[in-house]
């Protein structure tokens, strides 16, 4: 069986999940959920990012312990996880004591190596990045990501060799290792500009105790993110089988050049294999703004779960932003595509159709071939090329349009005016395409997929089972409450 190893970045739990976090977790599981439809192994690992001088700083503020801290922290997300109805096979915590001991291991092999070596660091540090800056990197004094000054530091540390791996990373970055393409050149100006030089990989306990202890240095913590980027190593090992290297890692663009500069690095330091691809989403503003605490436009997206759904939530995020670009969130768009694409066109399609089936065929699917008009109104290749270059909202948009031939063909064929053998091909068509539409829903809304197929009263498909006919005449049907409300 071939299998599909897909990760998302790993939360830092200092403040709760917002819009954002839903956001790449929503399109993450869709393309996990897809290749599961493939037939693929799918191993889909998220989780969260607990050690280094943020967090400790968010628990002392808060009066508890650093570990008392994330551990209720992480509560929160793995909840919303579920009220989003994500598929993660394994939610992995850089505290769990497999990750600090591979991640402990892999450091003391990139010592063994050469690759690390003992210096002195001065200059420049953000804990809200947890990153080492230039003055370069500087917009009026700040950090440009969180706009704060960042703090001076001088202290002793062990540094990583990247410079070494400068031709290596230039190499991936040309040949299709990161995407969307559009970025690819940032990072390489990067490059062009600074070079690639080595990198402060450690910390005094003095300054940062709260963290993996240096194999080799007791005295020192393993930097956060070199800890941090290993858990895609460890988390991949199940017990019964290790799925690392990844076939792609979702991230945000804010964190691109630890991805695709820094963790490529530390891999061939290490001779691991590298990932396949690392992929960058864009950032999210609300109603048109940054979000931010001073704002107070942080959306929870518990909140946006329980006033609509789970499953409108995933739809508008994945259908409303070209995946790879910025992108706004306003419930103004959530309530008008609910409208006008899910209660109007997908549950509508699905209501009309059962309601006649009970009607005219006494609840039973009638026994007819599917129309070739609507055949080949689907094109099924289109929207697995879709996901395949991970351009999710073109795919959905693919699958709305079969939607909207399905419900053209109803008005066009108008069935309450046809009898016989006409009436149920129209009939059976309709009922088979929907067998399909909710196969190909079922990445982006799990539960409307199952309440399709329980109306229908099929079992879920895979993507093979996307061939006309394969409905079974003679098939009860059962009506439930309509699958989309109108939201005023
Ligand atoms: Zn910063």
């Known amino acids: 069986m071939k299998t599909f190893y897909i990760t998302t970045a790993i939360v830092y739990p200092n403040s709760d999940p917002h819009i954002g976090f839903a956001y790449e977790q929503i399109c993450a599981d869709a393309i996990a959920r897809w290749h599961r439809l493939l037939g693929e192994e799918v191993f889909f690992l998220t989780g969260s990012d607990e050690h280094g001088a943020k967090i400790a700083a968010a628990a002392k503020k808060s009066g508890k312990e650093p570990k008392e801290f994330v551990d209720e922290q992480v509560k929160k997300f793995t909840a919303i996880a579920k009220t989003l109805n994500l598929t993660h096979s394994r939610f992995i915590r850089t505290t769990d004591k497999d990750h600090e001991k591979i ?6 092999k990139v010592f063994e190596k050469g690759d690390i070596y003992k210096g002195s660091y ?3 540090y953000c804990v809200g990045c947890e990153s080492f800056l230039t003055e370069k990197d500087l917009v009026e004094g700040k950090c440009p990501i969180h706009q704060t000054a960042p703090q001076a530091i001088q202290e002793e540390n062990y540094f990583f060799r990247l410079s070494k791996y400068e031709k290596q990373v230039l190499d991936l970055l040309e040949n299709g290792f990161f995407e969307p393409k559009e970025r690819v050149k940032e990072i390489v100006n990067r490059i062009a500009k600074n070079g690639l030089q080595d990198l402060s990989v450690s910390r005094p306990k ?21 800890d941090a980027l290993l858990n895609y190593v460890s988390g991949a090992k199940t017990g019964k089988k290790d799925f690392w290297p990844a076939d792609i890692h979702i991230i945000g663009k804010e964190i691109s050049w630890f991805h695709c ?14 990932p396949k691809k690392v992929f960058a989403h864009g950032w999210l503003t609300v109603n048109g703004q940054k979000m931010s605490k001073s704002l107070g436009n942080v959306i929870d997206p518990n909140y946006l779960c329980k006033k609509y759904s789970t ?4 739809y508008l995020l994945v259908r409303e932003i070209p995946f790879g670009q910025d992108g706004d969130f306003s419930e ?19 209501n009309r159709t059962i309601v006649m089936i009970e009607k005219y065929c006494n ?16 094109n099924l290749k289109k929207i697995e090329e879709h996901m395949e270059k991970l351009e999710l909202h073109a795919a959905l ?85 309509i699958l989309f409300k109108k939201i005023e």
Request: aromatic content about 8%.
């Open 206 to 226: 003095t300054n940062v105790a709260w963290g993996i202890e240096c194999p080799f240095d007791k005295n020192q913590t393993i930097y956060v993110w070199f």
């Open 332 to 350: 103004a768009a959530l309530k008008t595509r609910n409208n006008n694409e899910l209660a109007n066109e997908l549950g509508n399609l699905v």
């Open 311 to 314: 499953d409108v939530l995933r």
């Open 363 to 378: 609840g039973k699917i009638p026994k007819a071939k599917t129309s070739a008009e609507l055949e080949k109104a689907l």
């Open 261 to 274: 500069v820094i963790f490529p690095a530390m891999l061939l330091s290490t001779g691991l294999q590298l």
């Open 397 to 481: 948009s693919e699958i709305f349009a079969f939607i909207a031939s399905c419900n053209k063909f109803i008005n066009d064929k108008a069935p309450w005016k046809l009898k016989g053998k006409e009436l149920e091909e129209v009939l059976f068509s309709l009922a088979d395409s929907i067998r399909i539409i909710s196969i190909l829903v079922s990445p982006f809304m799990p539960s409307a997929s199952e309440k399709i197929n329980e109306q229908l009263g099929v079992k879920s498909g895979l993507l093979k089972d996307c061939k006309f006919n394969l409905l079974k005449a003679g098939t009860t049907i059962k009506k439930s409450e």
């Open 122 to 124: 001065a200059g420049l």
């Open 103 to 108: 991640a402990k291991e892999i450091f003391q």
